[in-house]
């Protein structure tokens, strides 16, 4: 059940996205995923939220209201915070009548996937969302999209952006230098490595990931001017062809890296 927030439009926007979405309060039911609990519970695409559990949502935005995503997070957290099998009491409203829906959360993935508009090749991860650019959808193969996918969801799965902030890394302009640079090309790395079994678990060739950094590495990275704190885009094919074979040439499905283990350990 994906949701989002008027105030994700810019101002000039928002009459459109309204008239699109159905918005009648700030926090919007975008789509419900044919047969999940949301869809079964009898939410629909367009309700708008008004209150998640005994918790009263926001109204609507002022006109010029500046854009971001910050309501869409809290509502989406209340979500996600809720206890698992337990029935969860979600008010929404529908054509302006109110409707109280009840429904039972399951386990599934924590990260949100989101398409950035206007963005080239950008990709990124923030330890709850994976985003990346639309650019990669013009011209790009479903096995080329699932490299820089997986890459991403592994710097979530790894906790990365959180294990950064508590050893206090500096991601701005001294993010090459030092023990910046070092800690970052770290976690770079290690989302490169388990990228790969993502890869694999999900069924993509594993060799697509050192083909895709051969291949089009050089347009993704920067090149020559990519940032240090990413290896480059030979070095990259090399280190992760070597797993690649070791994978595919172990059936077991899924495989479970070591470098899991080290998701709790401190970046030093």
Not at 70 to 87: G, H, K, M, N, V
Not at 104 to 117: D, M, Y
Not at 149 to 164: D, G, Q
Request: aromatic share 4%; hydrophobic share 45%.
């Amino acid at each position: 059940m994906p949701i989002h927030a008027l105030s994700q439009y810019a101002p000039a926007a928002r009459a459109t996205a309204t008239a699109v979405f159905g918005f009648e309060s700030l926090i919007g039911v975008e789509a419900v995923v044919a047969g999940a609990p949301a869809d079964r519970a009898g939410i629909a695409a367009n309700d708008s939220l008004v209150a998640i559990g005994e918790t009263a949502l926001p109204g609507l935005p002022a006109a010029n209201a500046p854009e971001n995503a910050a309501a869409r997070d809290r509502a989406e957290a209340a979500i996600t915070e809720a206890p698992l099998r337990q029935p969860l009491r979600l008010t929404v409203l529908r054509k302006g009548q109110r409707h109280a829906i009840a429904v039972t959360p399951v386990a599934g993935c924590r990260s949100r996937f989101e398409i950035l508009l206007g963005s080239g090749l950008d990709a990124s991860a923030d330890g709850s969302v994976v985003q990346i650019g639309e650019r990669f959808f013009e011209g790009y193969t479903d096995a080329e999209i699932a490299v820089v996918v997986s890459h991403e969801l592994a710097h979530n799965i790894l906790r990365h952006r959180s294990r950064l902030d508590a050893a206090k890394i500096n991601r701005g302009l001294l993010a090459e230098l030092g023990r910046n640079g070092r800690l970052i090309r770290e976690t770079e790395d290690q989302a490169d490595l388990l990228g790969i079994y993502l890869l694999a678990n999900a069924g993509f060739d594993p060799m697509s990931a050192p083909k895709f950094w051969r291949d089009k590495g050089g347009a993704v990275d920067g090149g020559l001017f990519r940032s240090r704190t990413h290896a480059s885009s030979k070095a990259r094919a090399n280190a992760l062809e070597a797993v690649a074979q070791a994978i595919a040439a172990n059936p077991v499905r899924p495989i479970i890296p070591p470098v899991v283990a080290t998701r709790d350990v401190p970046l030093r």
